[in-house]
């Protein structure tokens, strides 16, 4: 992108990618604002994205923008509707680039059902750099949605969707120039939250899985539940390619970023339904029943390990240093 | 396959006191949850194998004079970010303008060196045996391609000679539970003349749980007997004399030298330093030993020669924490005060 700074060329270029991919009749009228029709009670949702590199196995800054404020909505039991999306191009970014992101956000927000109603784009001086800021709204469904970190009972039962790690270790790979198979799980969630709504699955708690992994996010279920929750690190889904690099760089896959996966506490009678429901997904064939809340003390997650022996599990503390030897 | 987990929970003898001396051990230790297993009369003690640990504060001051100095940028890894030298830690200095850069290996070092020819390089090459080789590869692969802004500011330490620190300590260890990492380089013969000189077994061990409780197992029988070998028990990796390779690739580089350890002071010929025809490459690494604790409460010095538990220091769990480190030990994922505290490890 030769050409510079927020003048008229840019906007030319620019507006004609998004009118071109982000094709709807809200975005089409060009208003300053989008008026949309509305439900009685809605969530609203947003996030910025800043990750780098733009591109790397299994999804890109866009997909990513897209999926991470769709399943921020789905987790509070809404059904994602609108995106608006904020653009900050520094000069140097890569016309090919800008399309390509586009296009995987307009097919990801295809995939998961929402529309992208409002956009703005800034460029600023810098060295090629993209940032996006996605905003959400979600449609809340009648009646009350009791699903809580703070609800978990006793005997409830702890399922994740999927393999731990991929993201995480797909971010890590590019970044190292590791060479490897390791896919991005960046994924919509939207779809199974709605499956276990519709079953009348009884859903305590559900999170998606993103930065401080597993562990962080079912320590905050232990903690605001005030319940003890134990789980099995033999049932935990790791692919051998994402175990191997955590191997080599000193990390746990417990502690690791995902994109594209939720855990939930449900009730016992309801685990097999649930996991049904969780396999059903295109992005939940890997899902798989982990643990389940124990008597013992308040606000604690355990790991029972491989080896047969338990530990406790607390929230990841600094930032996943690699080991040094 | 069962008896020896038996004999381990069950265990109701005189109580024995094990060092796991490698840092890797402290932390699949702790992430096997191998005290779960083990009966009360087996106490684990975590020994100065964390590199990150034993490194002093001038080593950390002289880091962080580097990385202020222009043109010049330190490269580490992530562990040493945020060690506290006598006053800051890289990590603080980083938001005055240092120049740090975070890294896997030492061997990304030649991409940003060959990326900005006009700043200079320098690689915080902390570390025993087994990263030695490591960086001996890394000046080897700098000499090769002729780069020259990359250098070293070493720290390097060596095994026998810390363990044998501790030996003569009398600090009550009963049985080490040797490093393999470094074994695979040096050959567990290494430990053979500790273990008759101080009459202590030796258990060489791999990493996974069930190796750890294996490694145990023969530890106390040892110690029970009275028999004072080394055992080599991760064969399909150490071997009696090591890693001829490497060991030749260390000693073209480096020779050994006096070397300072966090809280135990200079053991002679207990470190390695870049030799005087390789010191081009070197950015001033000799003599720095002072260490000035960053807290006087801080007892890292104890819980590293296993003389204390992370628990009896006045700081653990407190003033102290993963989020705050005041000591080296709760700074580094392998040291024994992160270890305790984040898995709550029996204390």
Known sequence: ?325 | MKDYRAFLKEYDGPPVRIMEVCGTHTASIAHSGIVSLISSKIQLISGPGCPVCVTVTEYIDRLIELSLTPDTVVVTFGDMIRVTGSRQSLQDVRSEGGQVRMVYSPLDMIALAEAEPAKTFVFAAIGFETTAAVYAALIDEIARAGITNARLLTSLKTMPLVIEWVCSMQGGIDGFLAPGHVSVITGSDLFVPLAEKYRIPFAVAGFEGEQILIALYALVKMILHGDSRVMNLYPSAVTAGGNQTAQHMINTYFEPCDAAWRGMGIIPDSGMILRPEYLHYDAGSRDLYSDHSHHPGCRCAKVITGAQKPAQCPLFGTLCTPDKPQGACMVSTEGSCYSYFVNRRNA
């Open chain 1, 1 to 325: 992108m030769a050409h510079g700074s927020g003048g008229k060329a840019t906007t030319e270029l620019i507006s004609s990618i998004f009118a071109r991919y982000f094709d709807n009749p809200i975005l089409a009228k060009m208003e300053d604002a989008a008026v949309v029709p509305g439900a009685a009670r809605i969530a609203m949702t947003t996030d910025s994205f800043v990750v780098t590199p733009l591109f790397f196995a299994g999804g890109d800054i866009g997909k990513l923008a897209v999926c991470g404020t769709v399943n921020d909505l789905a987790m509070s039991g809404a059904v994602p509707k609108y995106l608006t999306c904020g653009f900050i191009l520094e000069e140097g970014v890569e016309f090919a680039d800008l399309e390509r992101i586009v296009f995987s956000m307009a097919q990801t927000a295809t995939d998961a059902g929402v529309m992208i109603v409002a956009g703005d784009t800034k460029v600023i001086e810098g060295k090629g750099g993209l940032y996006i800021n996605t905003a959400g709204v979600g449609f809340l469904p009648e009646g009350d949605f009791a699903v809580s970190s703070s609800n978990c009972g006793d005997k409830d039962v702890i399922l994740l969707s999927g393999t731990l790690g991929d993201h995480h270790a797909a971010i890590l790979s590019a970044r190292m120039g590791i060479e490897n198979t390791i896919q991005s799980d960046c994924a919509p969630l939207h779809g199974m939250v709605s499956e276990l709504l519709k079953e009348k699955i009884r859903v305590r708690a559900m999170r998606d899985v993103t930065r401080g992994g597993l562990a962080t996010v079912l320590h905050e279920f232990a903690a605001a539940s005030r319940k003890c929750l134990q789980i099995q690190e033999d049932q935990i889904p790791v692919t051998a390619q994402v175990q191997g690099l955590c191997g080599i760089l000193g990390l746990d896959p417990l502690y690791m970023g995902n994109e594209g996966k939720m855990v939930a506490a449900v009730a016992a009678e309801d685990a097999q339904r649930a996991l049904a429901c969780l396999k059903n997904s295109p992005y939940g064939r890997d899902a798989a029943i982990i643990g389940e809340v124990i008597p013992g003390e308040e606000g604690t997650l355990l790991l029972h390990t491989r080896t047969g022996g338990t530990r406790m599990l607390t929230e990841l503390y600094g930032e996943g240093l690699p080991r040094i030897c």
